[in-house]
């Protein structure tokens, strides 16, 4: 238990890490994290960042070099964590509004806890002052986009209009209206594999969606699957297999030309 004391920030330092990195392979591999429940997920994650917290500062005395350093660079790894967090977790929510204030929910568990980490074993003033001056920063531009989000954000509404499953249940497609309100809106028509699927904990790892129509706000689009693989919008066909090999040379492309995206398209093709 001492030991566990000893080096408890470089612990949580270490998990926080590889979780970071967890989050980009996922996302490199297609893959988001969807919960089975975004509240019960909530209170679970807050009561895990609460209770290191806490452990924290009563170990604090029992802290050996190195987890006290692991302390002082907490607020950079909350940060890395957030920012990962966003390429790798499912935020749609079914398209509810308040999406935008549950991820504003996720980054304030995270990066406040760090912060007391970083004030409580840090002991360079100098740092210290800094510290003060980048958290009044971060408050006041956080404030302000909250703000902005509570006012704005419930003007626009989404609505799923219709949803198709291919005939073998590989594919999920949806067509989906946003009202932006003054701000305009659009339709669009999104396909997921589902089958690609893997349950994990209290949640479910699920392939990313893709675009494969839009429109104007007040379309409606009809959707009826000719076979497993090929999806008609308004009677014109969507082969979903010739978009996987147009992914797969466009992505081998991609490293081999050491990140210039080039898409191979069709002289006329949009």
């Known amino acids: 238990m001492k030991l566990v004391k000893a080096n408890w920030n470089t612990v949580l330092g270490i998990a926080a ?6 989050h980009f392979v996922l996302f490199q591999f297609g893959y988001l994290y969807r919960p089975k429940s975004y509240i019960v997920f909530f209170a679970l994650y807050l009561a895990l960042t609460t209770s290191a917290t806490v452990l924290s500062i009563q170990w604090k005395q029992d802290a050996n070099r190195i987890s006290r350093v692991f302390g002082c660079v907490m607020p950079v790894i909350a940060f890395v964590y957030v920012v990962s967090l ?6 749609s929510i079914d398209y509810k509004t308040y999406h935008l204030r549950y991820d504003a929910l996720l980054c304030v568990a995270a990066v406040v806890p760090s912060f007391v980490l970083f004030f409580i074993h840090n002991k360079i003033q100098w740092l210290r002052g800094c510290a003060v001056l980048f958290s009044g920063i971060l408050v006041a531009s956080f404030g302000y986009m909250l703000f902005i989000l509570l006012i704005f954000v419930p003007l626009g509404e989404s ?7 291919s005939p073998n249940h590989t594919y999920v497609a949806w067509a989906v209206s946003h009202d932006e309100g003054a701000l305009g809106g659009d339709t669009c028509v999104n396909v997921r594999n589902i089958s690609r699927d893997i349950p994990c904990l ?17 379309a409606e689009p009809a959707l009826e699957w000719e076979d497993d693989d090929t999806l008609l919008i308004n009677g014109r ?10 992914n797969d040379r466009n992505n081998a492309l991609y ?15 949009v």
């Not at 066909?237 to 147009?246: I, T, V």
């Not at 490293?255 to 995206?261: D, N, S, T």
């Open 17 to 22: 890490v590889m979780l970071t990195a967890f």
């Open 86 to 91: 966003h390429v790798a977790f499912d935020l």
């Open 159 to 165: 609505q799923i209009l219709q949803t198709a499953y």
């Open 202 to 218: 209290i949640g479910t790892l699920t392939a990313r969606s893709e675009t494969i129509w839009s429109g104007g706000w007040g």
């Open 237 to 246: 066909r969507y082969p979903l297999a010739d978009r996987r090999a147009a």
């Open 255 to 269: 490293h081999a030309k050491l990140g210039v995206y080039v898409p191979q398209r069709e002289p006329n093709a």
